[in-house]
């Protein structure tokens, strides 16, 4: 073997271990790449290809009224699953199926021929449907533990709560307003396949390291409940559309009670209206009407342009406004302050604002909140509306005086009689009184909050005492008054406006009535809103019964002390030479009885329980019906019932 042989021998040698040291080197970057470098990812795509991991509804925390009953909770329920490709016979599922939960067949079977992995068959069902299922024992069926939102008051406070959807999230009301925070730990449901993509594993449900909240509320749930019979006992007696309630603390703003009228079940809210859903005590707008008047007191007895005692003419009942003519519903002559907010006089309303001034009326109505949000820890809260005063017509300002062409929602509305009953703050309404974490632990606490200052504790007061006239014998709501107790408010009759001509409609109209009571230390103020109400539309006689019935069982219910009343005239307290004595009422049952002799107030309650709608006339004893007393009830459309002082 010569030289050139060795060294061509030598050069394949190393030819061949410089090509294995490459070789080599490149398998492990390759290694390194794939072991190390790339570990994350190519990790996660394994396990997707034989690991899936399937998301259910979390369970929500609950929703206690303010002394802790339960108003909204989340119970165990059953949802059934299909796994289509496991599924021998699809039809004769599907007909086992429907047996047991009243589903149609063809529903069922189109469920399980889709080309999925993974469907749902049928969400929240009852235990003992479950059972039945699991039974069967059907290859590619099952049966998961799940929750579902039941609501146990049903109606009462519905709302304010809202409801959640087949996820459990959150769709209407505080439901939807804390869905963050009522919505629980987060389960999935893992799924382990084989090389061929077919499952052979299914783990329990892993829940996430999140906690449980739950959420008290303001609201008290035996309130709420009185609040909605009275309103739907006043909407159904007077035929109207709707209505809603509030009733509220004034010093700290907390809403004891919001109610509305048509209601629903929150527990089958799929089978209520859309507009049955609507919380209209802060969505709807309307227009006040002579409720604004309170306002107009307190702005001009702030800026001092008038007392209690000024007088002003009230023209008889008809007053010209730039060519337009404005009507009193009685004709008025020489009226102070006083007496034009108790009978509620349009015109002396309009020579008040104009001593006042319009520019001065409408940055009051600002400052008691009108025209812009309460900010409300609820959904889709309106601002209403307050025309500007470069925007406005003479005949526009004269008209706002006593309530025409300003829209208000009833929470503001209420807002603003607090801000007098509470001595001149204007307080930020809340619902949510407290977050807690499930072991009770405090998470959030709200506090009561000022927003602004309106009126001096001295107009208040007088504001208040003026107010506590409307409920006298002379004013338009003795229908309001409460037997112990002193009670200001004010009425309001706002007209409709017809939606096709533009203009304000003779037929449609809210009745309103918003008050506070006790008058010195006040406990709560009480706002009812009639919408189209039926008949006599007038807020003394549809709302005012209302705020009483509500009124005088939620003093009982907080053991409020009575204290004086200035009521109207009653039998018992007139000396006996000067009494118009009690006639024998030897009616039956369904005829209508003599109410000669009685004091307005037994007139009102007697009427209310027979379900007639009175109109009263005069001060002092019932003198005079009609109908006469013996005609049929059910034929008695409207009682009308006049009083005389007695001699």
Same mark, same amino acid.
């Given at each position: 073997?010569?030289?050139?042989?060795k060294?061509?021998?030598?050069?394949?040698?190393?030819?061949?271990?410089?090509?294995?040291?490459?070789?080599?080197?490149?398998?492990?970057?390759?290694?390194?790449?794939?072991?190390?470098?790339?570990?994350?990812?190519?990790?996660?795509?394994?396990?997707?290809?034989?690991?899936?991991l399937?998301?259910? =509804?979390?369970?929500?925390?609950?929703?206690?009224?303010?002394?802790?009953?339960?108003m %909204?909770?989340s119970?165990?329920?059953?949802?059934? $699953?299909?796994?289509?490709?496991?599924?021998?016979?699809?039809?004769?599922?599907?007909?086992?199926?429907?047996?047991?939960?009243?589903?149609?067949?063809?529903?069922?079977?189109?469920?399980?021929?889709?080309?999925?992995?993974?469907?749902w068959?049928?969400?929240?069902? =009852?235990?003992?449907?479950?059972?039945? /299922?699991?039974?069967?024992?059907? !290859?590619? /069926?099952?049966?998961l533990?799940d929750?579902?939102?039941y609501?146990?008051?049903r109606?009462?406070?519905?709302?304010?709560?809202?409801?959640?959807?087949?996820?459990?999230?959150?769709?209407?009301? @505080?439901?939807?307003?804390?869905?963050?925070?009522?919505?629980?730990?987060?389960?999935?449901?893992?799924?382990?396949?084989?090389?061929?993509?077919?499952?052979? *594993?299914m783990?329990?449900?892993?829940v996430?390291?999140?906690?449980l909240?739950?959420?008290?509320?303001?609201? !008290?749930?035996?309130?709420?409940?009185?609040?909605?019979?009275?309103?739907?006992?006043?909407?159904?007696?007077?035929k109207?559309?709707?209505?809603?309630?509030?009733?509220?603390d004034?010093?700290? &703003?907390?809403?004891?009670?919001?109610?509305?009228?048509?209601?629903?079940?929150?527990?089958?809210?799929?089978?209520?209206?859309v507009?049955?859903?609507?919380?209209?005590?802060?969505?709807d707008?309307?227009?006040p009407?002579?409720?604004?008047?309170?306002?107009l007191?307190?702005?001009?007895?702030?800026? &001092?342009?008038?007392?209690p005692?000024?007088?002003? !003419?009230?023209?008889? &009942?008809? $007053?010209?406004?730039a060519?337009?003519?404005?009507?009193?519903?009685?004709?008025?002559?020489?009226?102070?302050?006083?007496?034009?907010?108790?009978?509620?006089?349009?015109?002396?309303?309009?020579?008040?604002?104009?001593?006042?001034?319009?520019?001065?009326? $409408?940055? $009051?109505?600002?400052?008691?909140?009108?025209?812009?949000?309460?900010?409300?820890?609820?959904?889709?809260?309106?601002?209403?509306?307050?025309?500007?005063?470069?925007?406005?017509?003479?005949?526009d300002?004269?008209?706002?005086f006593?309530?025409?062409?300003?829209?208000?929602?009833?929470?503001?509305? %209420?807002?603003?009689?607090? #801000?007098? #009953?509470?001595?001149?703050?204007?307080?930020?309404p809340?619902?949510?009184k407290?977050?807690?974490?499930h072991n009770?632990?405090l998470?959030?606490?709200?506090?009561?909050?000022?927003?602004?200052?309106?009126?001096?504790?001295?107009?208040?007061?007088?504001?208040?005492?003026v107010?506590e006239?409307?409920?006298?014998?002379?004013?338009?709501?003795?229908?309001?008054?409460?037997?112990?107790?002193?009670?200001?408010?004010?009425?309001?009759?706002?007209?409709?406006?017809?939606?096709?001509t533009?203009?304000?409609?003779?037929?449609?109209?809210?009745a309103?009535f918003?008050?506070?009571?006790?008058?010195?230390?006040?406990?709560?103020?009480i706002?009812?809103?009639?919408?189209?109400?039926k008949?006599?539309?007038?807020?003394?006689?549809?709302?005012?019964?209302?705020?009483?019935? +509500?009124?005088?069982?939620? @003093?009982?219910?907080?053991?409020?002390?009575?204290?004086?009343?200035?009521?109207?005239?009653?039998?018992?307290?007139?000396? +006996?030479?000067?009494?118009?004595?009690?006639?024998?009422?030897?009616f039956?049952?369904?005829r209508l009885?003599?109410?000669?002799g009685?004091?307005?107030?037994?007139?009102?309650?007697?009427?209310?329980?027979?379900?007639?709608?009175?109109?009263l006339? &005069?001060?002092?004893?019932?003198v005079?019906? *009609?109908?006469?007393?013996? +005609?049929?009830?059910?034929?008695?459309?409207?009682?009308?019932?006049?009083?005389?002082?007695p001699?």
């Amino acid at each position: 073997m010569n030289i050139n042989e060795k060294r061509f021998i030598r050069f394949r040698i190393y030819t061949v271990g410089c090509f294995f040291v490459l070789s080599l080197a490149v398998i492990m970057a390759r290694a390194y790449q794939l072991q190390i470098y790339e570990r994350g990812r190519l990790e996660v795509l394994a396990r997707a290809t034989y690991r899936k991991l399937k998301r259910l =509804p979390p369970k929500r925390g609950s929703i206690y009224d303010r002394n802790g009953h339960e108003m %909204a909770v989340s119970v165990e329920a059953w949802s059934v $699953y299909a796994r289509p490709h496991k599924i021998k016979s699809r039809w004769k599922t599907a007909r086992q199926l429907s047996r047991i939960i009243h589903k149609k067949v063809r529903s069922i079977s189109l469920l399980l021929k889709k080309d999925r992995r993974f469907v749902w068959i049928i969400r929240k069902i =009852p235990a003992e449907w479950a059972m039945k /299922i699991k039974k069967l024992d059907i !290859d590619g /069926i099952g049966v998961l533990s799940d929750t579902r939102r039941y609501y146990p008051n049903r109606e009462v406070a519905a709302h304010v709560i809202g409801f959640v959807g087949t996820d459990n999230q959150g769709l209407e009301g @505080l439901e939807k307003r804390y869905d963050s925070i009522l919505r629980g730990p987060k389960h999935t449901l893992l799924e382990m396949k084989d090389a061929f993509g077919r499952p052979f *594993y299914m783990d329990k449900p892993v829940v996430s390291g999140m906690d449980l909240k739950d959420i008290y509320l303001t609201i !008290d749930r035996d309130i709420q409940y009185k609040v909605q019979e009275a309103l739907r006992e006043a909407v159904r007696r007077t035929k109207a559309k709707s209505g809603n309630c509030i009733v509220l603390d004034p010093v700290t &703003g907390e809403v004891l009670a919001m109610a509305d009228v048509p209601e629903f079940n929150p527990n089958i809210f799929n089978e209520f209206k859309v507009s049955q859903w609507r919380n209209r005590a802060v969505t709807d707008c309307y227009e006040p009407g002579s409720t604004i008047k309170a306002i107009l007191l307190a702005a001009a007895l702030e800026e &001092g342009v008038v007392t209690p005692d000024t007088k002003f !003419d009230c023209e008889h &009942g008809r $007053y010209n406004i730039a060519g337009h003519i404005i009507h009193d519903s009685h004709k008025h002559g020489i009226l102070s302050v006083s007496e034009i907010i108790a009978e509620s006089s349009n015109i002396g309303a309009i020579k008040i604002g104009r001593a006042l001034g319009y520019d001065l009326f $409408y940055r $009051y109505l600002r400052k008691f909140g009108f025209g812009e949000k309460t900010g409300i820890d609820l959904l889709g809260e309106r601002r209403g509306s307050v025309r500007l005063l470069k925007d406005s017509r003479p005949v526009d300002q004269a008209t706002a005086f006593f309530g025409q062409g300003v829209s208000v929602t009833s929470i503001q509305l %209420a807002m603003a009689f607090a #801000a007098i #009953a509470n001595g001149g703050k204007l307080m930020r309404p809340y619902v949510v009184k407290e977050i807690r974490y499930h072991n009770g632990k405090l998470l959030h606490r709200t506090s009561p909050k000022v927003i602004r200052r309106v009126i001096s504790p001295a107009t208040a007061q007088k504001t208040a005492m003026v107010l506590e006239k409307v409920t006298g014998k002379t004013g338009t709501a003795p229908a309001a008054a409460i037997y112990g107790f002193n009670v200001a408010g004010k009425t309001g009759t706002s007209q409709k406006i017809n939606p096709k001509t533009g203009k304000y409609s003779r037929r449609k109209y809210e009745a309103i009535f918003v008050g506070f009571v006790p008058v010195r230390h006040p406990k709560m103020v009480i706002l009812v809103m009639i919408d189209e109400p039926k008949g006599i539309p007038y807020g003394g006689i549809v709302s005012a019964p209302v705020f009483k019935k +509500v009124g005088l069982w939620t @003093l009982n219910y907080m053991k409020v002390k009575p204290q004086k009343s200035d009521l109207s005239l009653t039998c018992e307290n007139i000396p +006996v030479k000067n009494r118009v004595l009690h006639k024998k009422n030897n009616f039956p049952n369904d005829r209508l009885p003599d109410f000669t002799g009685s004091s307005m107030r037994r007139v009102l309650n007697r009427a209310r329980q027979m379900g007639l709608v009175v109109t009263l006339e &005069g001060t002092g004893m019932a003198v005079k019906q *009609y109908p006469k007393p013996g +005609v049929l009830i059910k034929k008695v459309k409207v009682l009308k019932v006049y009083f005389r002082p007695p001699a």
